[in-house]
Each structure stands twice: as structure tokens, then as C-alpha cells.
């Protein structure tokens, strides 16, 4: 087993609450943990992310409310195997003093366990119950498109839409504390007739329901001309 200092940035004495990283990739399992330069002291800012050959993105983030003031920020990595590793530059983050109005969403899994987030300009908090487990760093929503924002929250997926963006995807990627974020994959959507006269193609539908033993009731409604 092996570690190692996979990257390290240096930068003025700054009010630190997040590390941003873009894309991470190696070649067989990982894991790895953001320092901060506190004091002269290297200190973990949360515990462990884990990783493989698949690039993903992270946001490290220390508990909501809380920052450390630091010169220095680095990346160490632990794996038993010898690899390469693909790294895009990380981003120091702090959020700075402007509180937004955040909007809430409920994310259920099952009967007894869901997610609950907080989404204001450019972060998105994830709490399970009462306790805050994780954040997640969104550089294209900014405060101004929070009250126009549309959702879908199921199982550990949290859809945001809005018309000046492109539909992000949130993801739990791991452990409680890992999500990742990428773009919607609008994949499989049927071509749609409109009733002009081009040659047509059949649309091809699929319509899931999800319910619980505790539900009452459900009701649906469809329509096809």
C-alpha cells in the first residue's frame, strides 16, 4: 500500500470551507483526502473519498457553518497498487458572507430513508434526517435562477432544470458523503408527431409507476391523439 501527494496548491491566507475537484481518475481502486495547511499543520478536511478508473468529480466540504483559515491545500491519495492518475485542477472554495433563500427538496428512498437538500447559488446541501452529510459544488446555478428552478428527486438522484441551464444530475456516488454532479443524459426520448405531412415514425412509450404498501391511493391520467 502506498501514498502519495497527488496534488498541491498554494495561495494567500484565505477562509477556506470547500475543495472543488473536476474530474479525478486511476486505474484500479483508491481513495483519497483533502488537507488544508492550517497553522503549519496538515489537516483532513473530511474523511476518505473513494475512486477507480472512472472519472468523477467531488466536492470536498468542511460541515456546513464551519471553515479553517489556510495557505496551502493538497490531495493524498492511498492504493495498493502502483497507477497513474488524471487529475483536473482543483478549486479552493469559500462562500462568502450573501445568504441565499435556498429552495428545499425532499429525495426519498424508501419508507424509512431519504435525503433532504438545500440548493442556493452554486451549492447544493444534502442532509440524511437532521444531520448534514455533504455538499456539492454547482458553478453554473447562480442565485438568480433559484426561484424559476424545477426538480426530480427519487431514490439517490436529484434533477434540476431551468431554461437558461442545462439540466444538472446529482448523484450519490459512494458513501453518504460522496455525490457527484454531471449533465441529465437525455437518452431514448421517441421522436414526436406533430400531424404534419413527413414521414412518420411510431413513438414507443414507457410509463413506470412506483408506489408503497403504505400508499392509499394513486391516480393517473393519459391521453393520446
Not at 77 to 88: D, G, M
Amino acid at each position: 500500500m502506498g501514498i502519495a501527494t497527488l496534488a498541491e496548491l498554494t495561495f494567500n491566507v484565505a477562509q477556506i470551507e470547500a475543495v472543488y475537484i473536476p474530474a479525478i481518475k486511476g486505474e484500479s481502486d483508491y481513495s483519497f483526502v483533502v488537507e488544508l495547511l492550517v497553522n503549519g499543520v496538515w489537516t483532513s478536511m473530511a474523511p476518505p473519498f473513494f475512486g477507480d478508473e472512472d472519472s468523477t468529480n467531488r466536492t470536498v466540504c468542511l460541515p456546513l457553518g464551519q471553515s479553517m483559515i489556510a495557505s496551502a491545500a493538497r490531495i493524498v491519495v492511498t492504493t495498493a497498487l502502483l497507477q497513474t492518475f488524471t487529475l483536473t485542477q482543483p478549486v479552493v472554495l469559500a462562500r462568502g458572507s450573501t445568504v441565499d433563500v435556498p429552495r428545499y427538496v425532499s429525495v426519498p428512498v424508501d419508507r424509512d430513508t431519504g435525503y433532504f437538500c438545500a440548493i442556493g447559488g452554486n451549492f447544493c446541501d444534502i442532509w440524511q434526517q437532521t444531520q448534514w452529510i455533504a455538499c456539492v459544488y454547482l458553478p453554473e446555478l447562480n442565485s438568480a435562477m433559484l426561484p424559476d428552478l424545477g426538480f426530480y428527486a427519487e431514490l439517490r438522484t436529484i434533477g434540476i432544470f431551468h431554461r437558461d441551464l442545462r439540466t444538472l444530475r446529482i448523484r450519490r456516488a459512494g458513501n453518504d458523503n460522496e455525490w457527484s454532479v454531471d449533465y441529465w443524459p437525455y437518452d431514448g426520448i421517441p421522436d414526436h408527431d406533430y400531424g404534419l405531412d413527413y414521414q412518420k415514425i411510431d413513438d414507443v412509450w414507457d410509463i413506470f409507476f412506483r408506489w408503497t404498501d403504505s400508499s392509499l391511493y394513486w391516480s393517473a391520467n393519459y391521453s393520446a391523439g
